[in-house]
């Protein structure tokens, strides 16, 4: 599976972004899959994940209300809709994938997915 990230650029602070996570291969709409980020000099942070339907999504509590995770299996993509953003929300952000098989969405660690993008660079203005 190869994952494309797409969609960061720079906004000013209460701006919106939509992310988009696009796959190769049709198994793409039976996985779990998750948004993450890092910011220059910290750790890798969950942001958001979803189950393979849609039907099941999970959050940190910092985006809570703010972002929304969704996917189109037919268009093979997964977007993070980030809307009222901050600066602490710059960062560069990546999707994972994993085909294991999750009942539900609450896998916020990295090691729970077994394929990343390359990332998209979102940067938010004060």
């Known amino acids: 599976v190869q994952l494309q990230a797409s969609g960061g650029g720079l906004v000013q602070a209460g701006g919106s972004l939509r992310l988009s996570c696009a796959a190769s291969g049709r198994a793409f709409s039976t996985y779990p899959t998750g948004w993450f980020r890092q910011a220059p000099g910290k750790e890798r942070e969950f942001v958001a994940a979803?189950?393979?339907?849609?039907?099941?999504?999970y959050y940190v509590d910092s985006v809570k209300g703010r972002f929304t995770i969704s996917r189109d299996n037919d268009k093979n993509t997964v977007y993070l809709q980030m809307n009222s953003l901050k600066p602490e929300d710059t960062a560069v952000y990546y999707c994972?994938?994993?085909?294991?098989?999750?009942?539900?969405?609450?896998?916020?660690?990295?090691?729970?997915?077994?394929?990343w993008g390359q990332g998209t660079l979102v940067t938010v203005s004060s």
């Open positions: 994972a994938t994993t085909p294991r098989r999750y009942y539900s969405s609450r896998h916020p660690y990295p090691h729970e997915y077994d394929y």
């Open positions: 979803i189950n393979w339907s849609g039907s099941s999504t």
